[in-house]
DNA sequence: GATATTATCGAACGCTTGTTCGAAGTTCGA
DNA sequence: TCGAACTTCGAACAAGCGTTCGATAATATC
């Protein structure tokens, strides 16, 4: 999608939702006034209800935006891979990647998953678990290759998405290692714990040095 | 420290903080106001604030007694143990057996970490640094043992922390395997992703199978 | 250049919030 | 039983909040 589609208004609602969503990152949402969001912006308070109607509504656009890409660029970046240990090792990558690149809006959506409700709150939830359901598939397909024995799914699921998404409480671009070491250790540690290290290597460990990204834009980098 | 100890104001006390961390687990400290914890507890909104000076102070009163256990078990726990395989199966297992009892303090501590702030923040962190670098020490000396090479200690204690911590938001005692169950699980997944599971079995992955812990009550359950 | 549409704004409203304060009730040892 | 210390409470306050509304400014269309 490039900038110069977009309209005026559609450029202005990016920049609203970008500098909304680094201060939520910092300062949380609920201690988030709009106020504070007019000030960053430098627009009037009423005049940002002109880019959505409430405040939960500013928080459901971050959130909505931002996962919906993670997961086309999944479903992208998956299409035409096969095996289940490849297309889990794309995901981690890809997962990881985005996280690093939108660490604001990733916090958001991870930490103030609880602060949406109703309707908002079923569509970013289906959306999640949709999600979910693909990489638990995914773990299960595996499983059954690799006959794994004595390792429940769910577990195993939730503590790779606890891997990742844990990384907004400690992850720091400058000191830490980069997105592509980070996305290598995190794959080595996860899979061959879950399928054991000899096969985790045969299931193409060496090509984990490469990244399949060749760009981390997204609409939020405009 | 037995109950009959505890004076009427002690009691009355933890069951402050074990009403309000059950409200701010289900709301959020943000969208929990004194009054609503006035409600639960059956108390005066004055009356709260001879138990706490202010909204801040009980969720540090929360967060410090529930960690503070939580390190003071795993102290308690690991002395003795030298091999420090086995002292990061007893922390893990310490972790997740206490997180998974005390769910409601353990997601207020994990969730509402950046709800306080100055001393109070300082405080906690203080002590969490500690629990961080004993785990990361573990790590490291398990590293030179099993002469691991190309993984980051960082990122893995992290992974270690993130699987752990992120149990809150997907864990069920009802539906899920249990404490048991889980700890030993993670415990796999990480030790032997993070040594190779040869050596992870060969460190005392049969001991797992039984409970360390001959009880799960804290100063939360009285 | 007139007109319709899009975008922005200041001012205010009603409500909830955390906290305070002085008084009243309760407990318990002397 | 007296009195001091401990505990509880109703009522109120000031501040900050999300949101609205009518009017104005800027932009686009013809």
Redesign the interface.
């Known amino acids: 999608m490039p900038v110069e589609s977009q309209s005026r208004y559609d450029q202005k609602l990016v920049h609203v939702l970008k500098t909304s969503a680094a201060i939520f990152a910092e300062k ?1 949402y ?2 988030t006034s709009i106020r504070d969001i007019a000030r960053a912006t430098k627009m009037s308070l009423s005049g940002l209800y002109y880019y959505f109607s409430s405040k939960e509504e500013l928080l459901f656009l971050i959130q909505d935006y931002c996962f919906g890409t993670v997961v086309d660029d999944c479903r992208r970046l998956l299409t035409g891979v096969d095996d289940p240990v490849r297309r889990l090792r794309l995901m981690i990558e890809n997962h990881l990647n985005y996280f690093v690149n939108n660490m604001n809006e990733m916090k958001v959506l991870s ?1 103030e ?3 949406i409700s109703g309707d908002f709150l079923k569509k970013v939830n289906s959306k999640k678990r949709q999600y979910v359901d693909m990489v638990m598939g995914l773990l299960e397909e595996i499983a059954r290759n690799h006959r794994i024995e ?3 799914i ?3 699921t ?2 790779l ?7 907004y ?3 720091n671009p400058r000191k ?2 980069d997105v592509t ?2 996305s ?3 794959t ?7 399928i ?3 096969a985790a290597k045969a299931g193409g460990l060496e090509t984990g040095r490469e990244s399949h990204l060749d760009r981390s834009v997204s609409i939020w980098q405009q």
Chains 1, 2 share one sequence.
């Not at 998405?161 to 990384?167: D, K, P, S, V």
């Open positions: 949380g609920h201690s930490h998953a609880n602060s004595g390792i429940d769910r577990v195993a939730f503590s998405f606890g891997m990742m998404n844990w990384i409480n400690w992850y830490d290692v070491g980070l290598q250790n995190i080595r540690i996860f899979l061959s714990g879950f054991g290290d000899k």
